[in-house]
C-alpha cells in the first residue's frame, strides 16, 4: 500500500453536511491525489497535488475542494455533501522517479443520506 | 474523446488455464500503460507497466502485450490461481501529464 492510509474508511453522513477525507503517507512522496470509484466508470481524478500548497483539478473537480499543508497530509474536503457524491474515494502516490506509476491506498467508503 | 475500455466485463477460466484480459485505448498520445488489480473492497494494486517503446514485457506470471497499431493492450496470467480472482484494470496516460484514463474493469473468476 505504499505507506498510504485513509481515514476514515467508511462514513455516513447527510445531505448538506461538510465532509472531510484524510490521506496520510510516511515516505515523503511529493504526488498525491484523489479519485471517486462508482459502478460502471474507472476512476476518476478529483483532484491532484505536486507539493506541499500546489494542487490542481481533476477532470470531477466540482463540488470537491482540496489541501495540502504538509507533505505527508491531502486533505479533501465535501463542502456541501450531495447524494451524488456517495462514492469510494482513493487516495494514490507517486513515487519519486518514477512520477507516472500511481499506487492506491485502502480507499474511504462515503454514503451520502 | 479519450477512453479506455476493456471488452470483456467477466472473465471466467479454470484453475490452472492461462487468463487474457484485453483492453483498449484511444489516445494516440499515451505512452505509458498500467495494469491494476483490485480485490472487492481494497484498493487497486498495481501489477506491471509498459511504455510505449515496447511491445511486451514480463513480470512474474503476468505478460503484458502492447499493440500500438490499434491501441490495444493485453494482460495474460499464466497458470490462473484461485488468488487472481479480482477486478482488473488497464490504464494510460500521456508523457508529463501524471494523469490517467482508467477502464471500468474485468471481473476475474477463478474456478476451481
Known amino acids: 500500500d505504499a505507506g498510504i492510509t485513509q481515514s476514515p474508511r467508511h462514513k455516513v453522513t447527510e445531505t448538506g453536511t461538510p465532509v472531510t477525507l484524510r490521506c496520510h503517507q510516511t515516505?515523503?512522496?511529493?504526488?498525491m491525489y484523489w479519485y471517486r470509484q462508482d459502478p460502471g466508470h474507472g476512476l476518476r481524478l478529483i483532484h491532484y497535488?505536486?507539493?506541499?500548497?500546489?494542487?490542481d483539478k481533476g477532470e470531477v473537480s466540482d463540488g470537491y475542494s482540496v489541501s495540502r499543508s504538509k507533505t505527508e497530509d491531502f486533505l479533501l474536503t465535501l463542502e456541501s455533501a450531495t447524494s451524488s457524491q456517495t462514492s469510494v474515494y482513493f487516495c494514490?502516490?507517486?513515487?519519486?522517479?518514477?512520477?507516472?506509476?500511481?499506487?492506491f491506498g485502502p480507499g474511504t467508503r462515503l454514503l451520502v443520506l | 474523446g479519450e477512453s479506455v475500455g476493456l471488452h470483456l466485463p467477466t472473465l471466467s477460466v479454470q484453475e490452472g488455464d492461462n487468463s487474457i484480459i484485453n483492453c483498449a485505448y484511444s489516445?494516440?498520445?499515451?505512452?505509458?500503460f498500467i495494469w491494476y488489480k483490485q480485490e472487492s473492497g481494497k484498493g487497486p494494486q498495481f501489477i506491471i507497466d509498459?511504455?510505449?517503446?515496447?511491445d511486451k514485457r514480463q513480470g512474474q506470471r503476468v505478460t503484458v502485450l502492447l499493440n500500438k497499431t490499434v491501441k490495444h493492450l493485453s494482460l495474460q496470467i499464466a497458470a490462473t490461481q484461485p488468488g487472481d480472482s479480482a477486478v482488473y484494470f488497464c490504464?494510460?496516460?500521456?508523457?508529463?501529464?501524471?494523469?490517467?484514463?482508467f477502464g471500468t474493469g474485468t471481473r476475474l473468476k477463478v474456478l476451481a
Open positions: 494514490a502516490i507517486s513515487l519519486a522517479g518514477s512520477e507516472e506509476t500511481q499506487y
Open positions: 515516505e515523503n512522496h511529493r504526488y
Open positions: 497535488s505536486y507539493g506541499v500548497k500546489d494542487t
Open positions: 489516445n494516440s498520445a499515451s505512452d505509458y
Open positions: 509498459i511504455r510505449s517503446n515496447m
Open positions: 490504464a494510460d496516460s500521456a508523457s508529463g501529464t501524471y494523469k490517467y484514463i
